[in-house]
């Protein structure tokens, strides 16, 4: 081997471009070599430390709403009155409904009751002759002293709790009671000269009836009505 290129203990020197340095041979091994030192890497900087990002201004006051909010918010508040108006109204037209139906309901019941009453006037008419006749009948037997009178007496109440079953109560007229137009007809007068006596019924011709809690008598009781008259 040529000792220009080799050094000492026969390495072989670097040529000038020192391409083809070889270590040495007592160079330690790669593997053999103590542990590397780490550089600790430097943490990178805050946004406010970067030069590059200015700092946020600073606000002098309250942060004000922007107009597109402020639009926003007012649409979605008339929004919501115009929907409680909507369902205020409709609480409104449903109340009335109601209302249309009970007055419906009302008049479909008197129509009923007024259909009801005008098939039964017939039979009522005839329970209320057979009254009549029974309460005539009495006061003859009663006159002449006769026990059947009892017989009529509980003839009438039989017929009187008859119509009962069907809400249909008898105007009570009886001799003497005050004459009221709204309950009796006036088939015939009497006159008096007693002046305690002047428009007092002076007998029941026929009972009268009417239903229980009706506006007026569907029946009225035929009675004969004292008169007064001043004695000439």
Same mark, same amino acid.
């Given at each position: 081997?040529?000792?220009?290129?080799?050094?000492? +203990?026969?390495?072989p &020197?670097?040529?000038?471009d020192? %391409?083809? +340095?070889?270590? /040495?041979?007592? !160079?330690?091994?790669?593997?053999?070599?103590?542990p590397?030192?780490?550089?600790?890497e430097?943490?990178?900087?805050?946004?406010?430390?970067r030069?590059?990002?200015?700092?946020a201004?600073?606000?002098?006051?309250?942060?004000?709403?922007?107009?597109?909010?402020?639009?926003?918010?007012?649409?979605v508040?008339?929004?919501?009155?115009g929907?409680?108006? $909507?369902?205020? &109204?409709?609480? @409104?037209r449903?109340?009335?409904?109601?209302?249309i139906? =009970?007055?419906?309901?009302s =008049?479909i019941?008197?129509?009923?009751?007024? #259909?009801? #009453?005008?098939?039964?006037?017939? *039979?009522? =008419?005839?329970?209320?002759g057979?009254?009549?006749?029974?309460?005539?009948? /009495?006061?003859?037997?009663?006159?002449?002293?006769?026990?059947?009178?009892?017989?009529?007496?509980?003839?009438?109440?039989?017929?009187?709790?008859?119509?009962?079953?069907?809400? *249909?109560?008898s105007v009570?007229?009886a001799?003497?009671?005050?004459f009221?137009?709204?309950?009796?007809? @006036? /088939? =015939?007068?009497?006159?008096?000269?007693?002046?305690?006596? %002047?428009k007092?019924? $002076?007998?029941?011709?026929?009972?009268g009836f !009417?239903?229980v809690?009706?506006?007026r *008598?569907?029946l009225?009781?035929?009675?004969? *009505?004292?008169?007064? #008259?001043?004695?000439?």
């Amino acid at each position: 081997m040529d000792e220009s290129l080799t050094g000492d +203990f026969g390495v072989p &020197k670097a040529d000038s471009d020192g %391409d083809d +340095f070889v270590a /040495a041979p007592d !160079s330690p091994h790669p593997e053999e070599r103590g542990p590397k030192t780490r550089v600790p890497e430097r943490p990178s900087p805050a946004p406010w430390e970067r030069p590059d990002v200015p700092p946020a201004p600073e606000l002098d006051g309250p942060p004000t709403e922007s107009p597109e909010a402020a639009s926003g918010a007012g649409g979605v508040v008339a929004a919501v009155g115009g929907l409680e108006e $909507q369902v205020r &109204k409709f609480h @409104a037209r449903s109340e009335n409904q109601e209302q249309i139906i =009970r007055q419906m309901q009302s =008049r479909i019941e008197q129509l009923q009751g007024d #259909q009801v #009453q005008a098939l039964l006037k017939p *039979v009522l =008419r005839r329970f209320a002759g057979l009254h009549a006749q029974a309460a005539e009948a /009495a006061e003859r037997a009663r006159e002449r002293g006769e026990k059947s009178e009892k017989d009529f007496d509980f003839f009438m109440d039989a017929i009187e709790e008859s119509l009962g079953l069907i809400d *249909v109560e008898s105007v009570e007229a009886a001799p003497l009671v005050e004459f009221d137009p709204k309950k009796h007809h @006036a /088939a =015939r007068v009497v006159p008096t000269e007693d002046v305690e006596l %002047d428009k007092r019924v $002076q007998r029941v011709l026929r009972q009268g009836f !009417s239903y229980v809690d009706a506006d007026r *008598v569907f029946l009225p009781a035929q009675v004969s *009505v004292y008169r007064y #008259q001043p004695p000439q």
